[in-house]
């Protein structure tokens, strides 16, 4: 291959991946609640709802060197007595100092899949791509804002 087709090549798969995250990983990337679900948004009633425990990161680099992905897991327990459709959480990234560097909701639980039932657990994981370079590299500041039945 020439290097003229490898630099094509590469930028094409660079703008799709781009893209792609953009799309699917992007800030505030959080759909409104379907109409039938009951949602929650007070924290002292989320609190006595969904526990949110082991949230660590992981770091995994694609195929192109430019692009770092962040896996955000942890783990969502359903503590109450309903099975739970959908859990939104807001994740504050911080720099060395404390200062906010980015902040985003996504939904971690969502209701395409089956209910979370009161006493079970979910494994999440949410990706971000390439986050700024004054992060401090610690698992973010992470909160549960909505949750919905």
Known sequence: MDHRSAIIIGTVIVLALAL????????????????????????ETIQHTVQLTHLSILTSDTFVETIRIRNITGVL?????????????????????????EEST?????PRRPPLVPGSEYRFEINF???PKTWNYHVPKTGIVKVAF
């Open 106 to 110: 996504h939904t971690a639980f969502d």
């Open 129 to 131: 791509e390439n986050l």
């Open 20 to 43: 792609l995250g953009a799309w699917n990983f992007g800030p505030g990337r959080s759909p409104s609640v379907p109409a039938n679900l009951t949602e929650i948004t007070d924290p």
């Open 77 to 101: 327990t359903n503590i109450s007595d309903k099975p739970i459709r959908r859990i939104d959480l807001k994740m504050t990234f911080s720099d060395s100092s404390g200062n906010m560097v």
